[in-house]
């Protein structure tokens, strides 16, 4: 069975870091694409970063880009996302997705192209 677990949220002042990790269980990374999203209250969940099953290819969302990294360590199927610079309007519940890409090195944004989704963790930035 697919599981993903996220951790590493918190709260942080504005200015902050916190580096996300989403783990993955049940099965091997090393064909999956996998994208961070955020959902804000009162707001639609949308695409932060995503990365490769090969890690060969990232997009980020111009909102977060020269701030978040993300990278992937398929032997310890784990895939980070590192937050700097945080801002208060980046206050959201943090979710990681795996979508199967076996043949392909490219990764999507988008929330609908991927199937298997974690719970999510909370990262809060204060003002």
């Known amino acids: 069975q697919l599981q993903f677990v996220e951790s590493g949220g918190g709260l942080v002042q504005s200015g902050g870091s916190l580096r996300l990790s989403c783990a993955a269980s049940g099965f091997t990374l090393d064909y999956y694409a996998i994208g961070w999203f955020r959902q804000a209250p009162g707001k639609e969940r949308e695409g932060v970063s995503c990365i490769s099953s090969y890690g060969g290819s990232t997009n980020s969302a111009d909102s977060v880009k020269r701030r978040f990294t993300i990278s992937r360590d398929n032997g310890k199927k784990t895939v980070y996302l590192q937050m700097n610079s945080l801002k208060p309007e980046d206050t959201a519940v943090y979710y990681c997705?795996?979508?199967?890409?076996?043949?392909?090195?490219?990764?999507?944004?988008?929330?609908?192209?991927?199937?298997?989704w974690g719970q999510g963790t909370q990262v809060t930035v204060s003002s």
């Open positions: 997705a795996g979508q199967a890409t076996p043949w392909v090195d490219t990764c999507s944004t988008t929330p609908r192209d991927y199937a298997y």
